[in-house]
Structures are given as C-alpha cells and as structure tokens.
C-alpha cells in the first residue's frame, strides 16, 4: 500500500495552502471585528476562488464544478481549515443532493451556483427538530400547479448571502414524505424572523426563516417525494467530512503558532518550552492531530476506493466525533500555552478555540455521532470500526 501524495494531490494542496494564506487569511480581523464580512469582501472573494479554480470542488465539470473526488476535496478542505471566522465557507459548494436535480433544475440552480453566480443555504433544523429532523413541521401541500410551503427554520448558514435555500419539508405534514424544495429567497411569503448572534464571527449570519403560504411550481421538487431524509443523510456524510478535514487543519495551525510561542518566549531565564509541562502538551496536540490526521485521509481514500454508503456514513461519524472533539483539546492547550496572550481575540488561538466549538454541534452533535457508532457496533459488529 502505498500512501504518499501524488504529484497531483501535492500541487492541489500547496495550492488550497496559498490560497487559505495569501487570500483569505487577511480577511480574518475584518471578519472579527465586524461580526462579519461586508458584501463588497465577499463579492472579493468569489472572485478569487473562481480564479484559482477552487470552486465546487464537489461537482462535476459537466455542472461546472471542479469534479474532485472526496479524497482531494479533503486536502483541500484541511487546508481551509486554518483559518478563522470560518472564511473557509466562501469557498462555496453547492449542496451534494443537487445532484438529483432535474436537467432543468441543473440549469436555473446548480449550474450558476457551481459558477459563483448564485448561492444556495440548506434549511433542515426547526424549533423543535434539532438532532431528530422527523419532528419538522414545515410542510408541503399539493396546490393547482405546484406546492404550498409553511414552517419556520432556524439556523440558516449562509441564509443572509445565499438566494435560494433548499427547504427540507414534509408533504402533507407526514414524516414518511420528506422532500427537498427550491426556494427562491425573493419569493411573496418568505421572510426573515431575526437574525441572532452566536460564539463565532462567522464570515455569513445563520438566519431564522419564516415560510408563509409560500408558493412554488412543480418543477421545485428535488428529486422525489419522501426522498428528502436520504439526501439530508448524504449531505450529512459531505458536510461532516469536511469538518473533520477542517479541524485537522485547525488543529495544525493552533500547534504552529503554540509550538513557535514557546520557543520564544522566555519567563524564569529560559524558554517556556524547557518546562516539561509545555512540551508535554506540544507532544500530545502533536501526537493528536497525527492520530486524526491518519483516520481522516483512510477513510477518505475508503470512499474513493469503493466503500460501501452504510459503512461510509457509520464511520464518517467515527471520524466527525473524533476530529472535532481533537480540535477542542488542540486549541485549548494552544490558549494555555500562549497564556494570557491566548485569550487575546487577536490571536489566531483564541479564535480556531472559539470557532471550532460549533464543530461538535453542527452537522450531528457528539451525542448523535455516539448514537450512530454505538448502534452500528450493536447492529454489524465492532469489525466496522476495529476491523478493517
Ligand atoms: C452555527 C450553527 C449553524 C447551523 N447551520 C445549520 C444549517 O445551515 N442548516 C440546518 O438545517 N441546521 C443548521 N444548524 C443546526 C444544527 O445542525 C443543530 O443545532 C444540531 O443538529 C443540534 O440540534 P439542536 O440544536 O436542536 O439540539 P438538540 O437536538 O435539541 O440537542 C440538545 C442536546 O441533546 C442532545 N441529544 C439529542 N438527542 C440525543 C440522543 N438521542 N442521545 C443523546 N443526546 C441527545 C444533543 O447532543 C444536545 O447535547 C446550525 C447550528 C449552528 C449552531
């Protein structure tokens, strides 16, 4: 087996490098101290991905994407990772399930969206149906030419910058009919409730969304009628992949800056990395992000290589519970090595600390992962995780 980079994969990931670097790491005090990017930023920066060829990694060329199998877009992802404020998200990536979508609804949504042109968000979570998406209550009702959306939704990533939103419904208010709608955003009935704020200054709001007597055509159905929960789970198994790559890449980051900190920094006429209290915390946050590094880049090429969906999913949430659980222990030594420097939200530490405990929440909590491994291993055995 032989497990080094191609030539390829190498040019790929110096290349994600740079770009994390030299275009969007400068945008990281704007976006803390403004709670945000401003438009002109943003419109910035979509230029710059599509110049470096960094868009829609995860779609097809046919579609306009950059058609990089899930392998590549996680050295990709890694790197992007390094940076705060989750500027990372500018490097768009239309939604996974649209690939299901209709030659028409390729045309008016995925295409532009692959090209920089559009934006989509993905409307899943309700007051009431957080970790079980069953409980939604935002429903589809047959009308004369197309379908009739009530519901509300909470925690719309990108919802303020994006221009239609993929709404998860159930028709007929019945769970066993979960479906997917197109939704343009300027559509009569679709409204903003409020926009809260969160532990993170993230580059885009994650805004509530109320849906009144919305009304879209048929051709707004994505896919089929009660598929809706497959393709939330196979956006589950993208999103939470890219998770895990960007809390490697985190994690590294807050280790260069903790471990270049301690070989300067003098206190007691020595540098701090002589106390073996410190350096022991560099060599677990080394031996950390090694560990996670290892079982993201198997897994990913397990993908690639054949896996089969099911064992895919079960440990991709083997994977999202150990690199975002990795991230936070990574950051929060680096905060303690750095010291009171380290609370500091100027520093890089004290933001990857900050940014990444959403990681553990979004896209399936660690409970939820828990639940996942515990009822595989109750189901297929402990091979799927120790027996490969
Ligand atoms: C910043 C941010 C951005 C987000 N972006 C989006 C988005 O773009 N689109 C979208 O649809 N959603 C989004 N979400 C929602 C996110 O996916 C949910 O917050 C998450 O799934 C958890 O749901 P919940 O918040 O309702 O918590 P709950 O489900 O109410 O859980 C509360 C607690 O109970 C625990 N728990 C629940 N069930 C179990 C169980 N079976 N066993 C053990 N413990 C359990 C949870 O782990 C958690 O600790 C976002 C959330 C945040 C914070």
Redesign the pocket.
Known sequence: MDFSLSVKHLELQARARQFAEQVLQPYEMECEDNDGLSPESLTAINGKVMEWELNALNHTKEDGGQGYNIFEQMLVDEQLGRVTGAIWDTVFRPSYPMKFASPAQKAEYLIPTCQGKRRD?????EADA???PTQCRTSATKVAGGWSLNGE?????VGDWADYILLHAHVDGDPAKASVFFVDKNLSGVKVKRTPR?THH?CYK?PEFIFEDVIVGEDKLLGEVGRGLDYTKDWFVEARLGIAARCVGGATRALEVANEFASKRVQFGTTIRDFQGIEFMLADMAVEIMAAKSMLYRICWGIDNGGERKLNHARVAALKLYCSEMVGRVCDRAVQILGGRGYMRENPVERLWRDTR?DR????????QR?IIGGQIKRRGLEVYTGW
Not at 153 to 157: H, L, R, S
Not at 362 to 368: D, F, Q, R
């Open positions: 968000c993905y409307a899943i979570t957080g970790s079980d939704k909470w925690f719309v990533t969160y993230f994650h959403v929440i979004w896209e399936g909590t660690s409970e939820i639940v």
